[in-house]
């Protein structure tokens, strides 16, 4: 194994790490949408299922299509058909974690997606979150995700997600020299120059089609910085609508960061001058370079 091999293998480990924090292979677990790459995999010996919205031969056949390795692809046991996992799973009060990287960006109604994971896990159970950070990903221009849209979201209960966000990811997703996401530890020496991923032929289609024909697109329902989610999940647990706290957080490492949230965990609400800070550092974190 070469020094780039080596190093791009000691990275990935210490993600796995920051995302299996306090979980152990004697737990019981469930990874939503690991696709190619399971954080805690069965033939690591841990007690899983796996949630996704192909079989394994299913997602074998779509990704070989593009020439990447299929070679870790779990067998999945239960596949995503549109309900609500804790319908899917027939499970309540039962699993010790869930583990979903690169999931909670797409789901349409964030407040939903939580409560659903939280009834399917024990009291003290761990949601372990791998979340891109808007600020080096394709999500550049867009702005954070607020307790406004997501609260108004789970109220309209909008399984497909909204028009108007379709339209604005459209718009708005960028690339930064042909990468829609880059290593945050690189930034300060890419150069900055940016290009729309789609045009705006395709942003009318998508307008046509979403306002005629509604269905669900798979694309970055919500956008993060660090602060931004931190704000985002003591606000919904002030107001009551979650049970989940915030019991890890990981800064961001590449183009995502983690963090994990357990169930019932003890919360005291922010004082004004944590939530005014809070909110600086989001004006700062979501201005645009």
């Known amino acids: 194994m070469g020094l780039k091999e080596r190093i791009k293998a000691k990275r990935n480990a210490a993600r796995i790490g920051r995302l299996r924090g306090g979980i152990t292979k004697d737990m ?4 939503i949408g690991p696709s190619l790459r399971p954080v805690v995999p069965k033939h690591e010996g841990y007690s899983v299922e ?5 079989s394994k031969e299913e997602l074998t056949a779509k990704y070989a299509a593009m020439g990447l390795d299929t070679s870790a692809i779990e067998e999945v046991d239960h596949i995503w058909d549109g309900r609500s996992y804790c319908e ?20 349409p109604d964030f407040i939903a997606f939580l409560k659903d994971c939280s009834a399917m896990l024990k009291d003290g159970g761990i949601l372990s979150l791998a979340v891109p950070d808007k600020r080096y ?12 849209e997501v609260i108004d979201q789970y109220l309209h209960r909008d399984s497909l997600g ?42 009318r289609r998508l ?27 003591a606000e919904l647990r002030e107001l009551e609508l979650i049970d989940l706290g915030i019991s890890a957080f990981h800064p961001t490492v590449s183009s995502e960061f983690v963090v994990q949230l357990k169930k019932q965990q003890p919360f005291t609400p922010l004082e004004d001058a944590e939530r005014r800070a809070l909110l600086r550092k989001i004006s700062k974190e979501n201005r645009i370079r």
């Not at 009060?93 to 789901?107: C, M």
């Not at 999500?139 to 307790?147: A, L, S």
């Open 207 to 233: 307008y046509h089609d979403a306002t005629t024909h509604p269905e669900f697109h798979d694309i970055h329902q919500h956008i993060f910085t660090p602060s931004s989610f931190r704000l985002l999940i």
């Open 28 to 31: 019981l677990g469930l990874e």
């Open 88 to 107: 899917l799973t027939g499970k309540q009060d039962y699993y010790d974690y869930i583990v979903a990287s690169h999931v909670i960006e797409h789901t």
């Open 50 to 54: 796996i949630v996704d919205h192909l």
């Open 162 to 203: 909204t028009v108007g966000t379709l339209c604005e990811y459209a718009l708005h997703v960028c690339r930064r020299g042909g990468r829609t996401a880059w290593a945050k530890e690189l930034d300060a020496l890419l150069p900055k120059r940016y290009e729309n991923v789609h045009d705006l032929a395709f942003a």
């Open 137 to 148: 990903t394709l999500d550049h221009f867009r702005t954070v995700t607020t307790v406004a």
